[in-house]
């Protein structure tokens, strides 16, 4: 049933005030501004928001279905992505939440996806749609050896110059998953958004290696290795002497067996659990996974 005085809305990213009612109902419930995908290429041409607005325009609830095709042990799964769940308070407790859920879970069991996937700080909320908890794991291990290269080529990427954000975006568009186990085939828009919103992020370019590593340095001397786009990952000793970092040790925060490096599984906690559905939550086994850089 329709509630009263709300307008139900699918598919509304090419009208620029209901996109802009997305913008402002995110930003005022978790305090993020996805209008910043405006200048990275614009919002991903697959997702399918659901929301209610009111007679103002003003867009009050909503919840999103994107396509996130992964790499499961080998093979390629057609997921489908959940996101930008939110209601204004002032409109909880009315059902809208659980409407638009339903509506979104149809519209992809319609469309062919037979895996969901999504990070949520409330996992009870999804359980009766079929959704469990998997278990997070970064992994740890030494620094290989290797010699550091003076003079070389690579460089560190500015997501705010043109012909940097069109070089990444192209290798994003045909990178080889990052590890077979458990990785994102292809996100373009997450990627560069949780890149913009974190500033301690570095992406470096390895033009010798056809390679963008995202990584943090850490506190505690560890190097965190975030996601690679590559075509071809080249292993970790490959990497480590293009990027002139003196570290203790290593963490990979997606499994690492394309790397040619051992890496012990170390369980993550972090502020959202990762949930999956269907084929995907059936298939993905042992420790995994999902890089910060496909984070949703």
């Not at 499961?72 to 002032?90: C, F, K, L």
């Not at 003076?150 to 290798?171: C, K």
């Not at 186990?181 to 919103?197: D, G, I, K, R």
Request: aromatic share 10%; with cysteine; hydrophobic share 40%.
């Amino acid at each position: 049933m329709k509630p009263d005085g709300l307008t139900l809305r699918q598919g509304y990213f090419n009208d620029p005030l209901a996109f802009q009612g997305l913008v402002d109902l995110l930003h005022d419930i978790f305090g993020i501004d996805i209008s910043a995908q405006d200048q990275l290429g614009g919002p991903d041409r697959t997702c399918m928001p659901f929301g209610y607005f009111d007679r103002s325009g003003r867009c009050v609830a909503n919840f999103s279905v994107f396509a996130m095709p992964l790499m499961i042990n080998g093979t390629m799964v057609t997921a489908a992505g959940y996101q930008s769940g939110a209601v204004r308070p002032e409109f909880r407790g009315r059902g809208l939440y659980r409407d638009l859920m339903q509506r979104a879970y149809t519209w992809a069991e319609q469309a062919g996806y037979r895996t969901g996937i999504l990070l949520t700080d409330k996992p009870a909320l999804y359980q009766p749609y079929g959704f469990r908890v998997v278990t997070h794991c970064k992994f740890g291990g030494s620094v290989p050896a290797f010699q550091p290269i003076i003079g070389g080529n690579a460089r560190q990427l500015d997501l705010g110059m043109t012909a940097d954000l069109t070089l990444l975006r192209d290798m994003l568009a045909c990178r080889q998953p990052v590890s077979r186990h458990f990785a994102v085939v292809s996100q373009t828009e997450m990627f560069l958004l949780n890149a913009h919103f974190d500033a301690s992020i570095t992406l470096s370019l390895l033009p010798s290696l056809k390679a963008v590593v995202a990584w943090k340095c850490a506190d505690d001397g560890s190097l965190k290795l975030l996601d690679i786009v590559a075509q071809d990952i080249p292993p970790l000793s490959a990497i480590l002497p293009h990027l002139d970092v003196r570290a203790d040790s290593v963490e990979t925060y997606f499994p690492p067996d394309r790397l040619s490096w051992k890496g012990e599984p170390v369980p993550y906690e972090g502020s959202c659990s990762l949930m999956m559905s269907g084929f995907g939550l059936e298939a993905a086994a042992g420790p995994l996974m999902l890089s910060p850089m496909a984070d949703f």
